[in-house]
């Protein structure tokens, strides 16, 4: 998917919402558990409960791995579900050297067809540019969401006088376009999504921690809007554990409908 059919995306549904599926045996309701793949019932029926209101779904793929053979069986299933108009991220923030990295990219865009990958860069450029497949996007991990987000993303380079995430995100502007390449910052500190669109002003951003971290879903869209929205803002716990009753994907649907229609009103507000 392009960045310009993101972006239609985004106004078609006024919504740059990300549901995340960070799908946990011991927390989706206790009926799934007689389904021959629980994982995969219950993804399914959040998809079907939330497509209308979201452009992205975003598997954790630690859920899956902590599973086995069986978890990556149902994440594959799961990909396959997804509607192909809806942004698909493996959050798997994955990057090694060179040779590694180029397994890690055959494994998440070849043997699986996700659309990107969240990468932590601190390897540098050989880590990062093997997943710069044809077609595919890259997540560069800038400033998290994380209490640890804080404890070197923040030093300033004594040289440029930027934060250290700063110049993470300069960087690797110089291996790949606003077409491949956007940035993790988290929704917990959206002030500083100043601070990152002064060095990425075009780039797509992937914005967890609105829901059950508490970020602030009004504060990113006023610091971090930008003219084709930019925004991805992701929302996991907060929407697919709403409810672990029998009307869980109903819940769902009304937790992304909130969000969705917060997200309108932001949309006519600031694009
Ligand atoms: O800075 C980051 C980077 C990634 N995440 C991931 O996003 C979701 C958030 O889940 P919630 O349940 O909505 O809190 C989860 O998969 C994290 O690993 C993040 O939170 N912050």
Same mark, same amino acid.
């Given at each position: ?15 740059? %919402? =990300? ?12 009926? %799934? *558990? ?10 399914? #029926? ?94 560069? %991990? ?7 987000? *804080? ?12 934060? %250290?995430? #700063? ?5 690797? #502007? ?47 869209? @006023? ?5 084709? =929205? ?30 969705? #229609? ?6 006519? @507000?600031?694009?």
């Amino acid at each position: 998917m392009t960045k310009k059919e993101l972006f239609e995306e985004i106004k078609k549904k006024e919504s740059f %919402l =990300c549901v995340g599926l960070d799908t946990d045996p011991n927390k989706i309701p206790t009926h %799934l *558990l007689k389904e021959e793949d629980p994982i995969f019932e219950f993804n399914k #029926q959040i998809i079907d409960a939330t497509a209308d209101y979201c452009v992205s779904y975003k598997p954790n793929i630690a859920f899956y791995e902590s599973l086995g053979p069986k978890g990556w069986d149902s994440l594959q299933k799961t990909l396959e579900y997804m509607p192909k108009s809806h942004f698909s991220i493996a959050d798997a923030k994955r990057g090694d050297i060179g040779n590694t990295s180029n397994m890690y990219a055959k494994a998440f865009f070849e043997n699986m067809d996700f659309d990107s990958i969240t990468v932590a860069p601190y390897m540098g450029e050989d880590s990062v540019t093997p997943f710069l497949m044809d077609g595919k996007w890259v997540i560069v %991990l800038a400033h998290t969401s994380n209490k640890g987000g *804080l404890d070197f993303q923040r030093i300033v380079n004594q040289e440029t006088g930027n934060y %250290l995430f #700063q110049d993470v995100m300069i960087k690797n #502007q110089e291996w790949a376009t606003t077409d491949q390449l956007m940035f993790v910052v988290g929704a917990t500190r959206a002030e500083s999504l100043l601070d990152v669109r002064k060095v990425a002003p075009d780039n797509f951003l992937l914005v967890p921690g609105v829901g059950a971290q508490g970020g602030d879903l009004q504060g990113v869209a @006023k610091y971090g809007m930008n003219k084709e =929205c930019g925004l991805l803002v992701n929302s996991s716990r907060g929407i697919i554990y709403a409810s672990n009753g029998n009307d869980f994907a109903d819940v769902a649907k009304n937790e992304a409908k909130k969000l969705q #229609q917060e997200m309108a009103t932001l949309l006519e @507000k600031y694009l």
